[in-house]
């Protein structure tokens, strides 16, 4: 019997996050251009009596341990469609910022997927287990497929697109969260005061920028950074006033383009090489406005089982 699966999940950032109309259902249909990076979760799937979440690592003390963690929702949906129980240990190793707009819990929810079904050989096709995460989420599907992707839909209606090269980025961490369902609402506010309207009647379809994809296709980062957009950041920047002098302190020490990651609150700046990469975490360390700072590169691999199941 298999004694434990590990798999290790990226983080995403939002190269582009284009948000039609509040549609009936209270959703918003997307444009999202998603683009994983290189920090990562780790899942680790062992059999229990019984389902059980633990977590460690930085910001590990936010993330709910209950029937509520996306993870156990993942555990729980494949094995009620495998016809079993969800007896297993989930252990989640943090490394994505927690709430931080870079989908650490869809990671976890997509990390847990591929180690139950590897833990449990319950075969499910990458089809199947793409139709659990969209039920999950909508980021949760890209968690699953990593690289750089088209989000449709409430985004989880991928299609892949190819990335001509590696691209660098420093994110900083704030404190605290945002709430994604908060900035959204907050979105539609800002778009009724502006006197637009904030309906699928009012605000026009989101599409996917030309610029931006013939640069992540070129691998130019300069034409990316001049392409990159996110309909959500005047709402995050509402709510967290102080993302914006994050936001300028990047800017000022010589990132290529800043913007918000996704709902908030984690700042995100691509640069144009590791060197820059370096000088521009280090002034936004100085500079007093966020409490953590990562650099990384992208793309980066899906879920991916990252050590061989042992045996007995």
Same mark, same amino acid.
């Given at each position: 019997m298999t004694r434990s699966v590990t798999v290790r999940v990226p983080a995403k950032v939002n190269v582009q996050l284009a948000v039609g109309g509040l549609r009936p259902d209270g959703f918003h249909d997307l444009a999202n251009v998603f683009l994983a990076v290189g920090l +990562?979760?780790?899942?680790?799937?062992? /059999?229990?009596?019984e389902l059980r979440?633990?977590?460690?690592? =930085? *910001?590990?003390?936010?993330? =709910? #341990?209950?029937?509520?963690?996306?993870?156990?929702?993942?555990?729980?949906? #494949?094995?009620?469609?495998?016809?079993?129980? /969800?007896?297993?240990? #989930?252990? $989640?190793?943090?490394? $994505? =910022?927690?709430? *931080? *707009?870079?989908a650490g819990g869809s990671a976890d929810a997509a990390g847990a997927l591929v180690a139950c079904d590897a833990l449990w050989g319950t075969g499910a096709s990458r089809e199947e287990l793409l139709e659990i995460c969209a039920e999950l989420g909508s980021d949760v599907p890209f968690s699953l497929v990593g690289e750089a992707a088209l989000g449709r839909g409430r985004g989880e209606l991928l299609e892949p697109l190819p990335v001509g &090269?590696?691209?660098?980025?420093?994110?900083?961490?704030?404190? &605290? &969260? #945002?709430?994604? /369902?908060?900035? +959204?609402?907050e979105c539609d506010r800002l778009r009724e005061a502006a006197g637009t309207g904030a309906t699928t009647a009012d605000v026009p379809d989101p599409e996917p920028s030309p610029a931006l994809l013939s640069a992540l296709r070129s691998g130019d980062a300069t034409a990316l950074a001049a392409a990159l957009s996110n309909d959500l950041q005047p709402a995050a920047l509402s709510l967290r006033p102080s993302l914006a002098a994050t936001l300028e302190a990047g800017t000022r020490a010589g990132a290529l383009a800043a913007l918000v990651s996704g709902s908030g609150p984690t700042t995100a700046f691509l640069v144009a090489d590791a060197e820059q990469a370096d000088r521009v975490a280090a002034a936004l360390r100085a500079s007093g406005t966020c409490r953590t700072v990562r650099t990384t590169t992208s793309p980066a691999p899906g879920a991916r089982v990252c050590e061989p199941a042992t045996a007995h």
């Open positions: +990562y979760d780790e899942v680790t799937a062992t /059999p229990a009596d979440i633990t977590c460690a690592g =930085p *910001g590990a003390a936010e993330v =709910p #341990l209950d029937a509520t963690n996306l993870a156990a929702r993942a555990a729980t949906a #494949l094995a009620r469609r495998h016809g079993r129980t /969800p007896a297993v240990h #989930l252990h $989640i190793a943090k490394d $994505i =910022p927690v709430a *931080g *707009g870079m &090269g590696t691209f660098h980025w420093v994110f900083a961490v704030a404190d &605290g &969260g #945002l709430s994604t /369902p908060a900035v +959204y609402a």
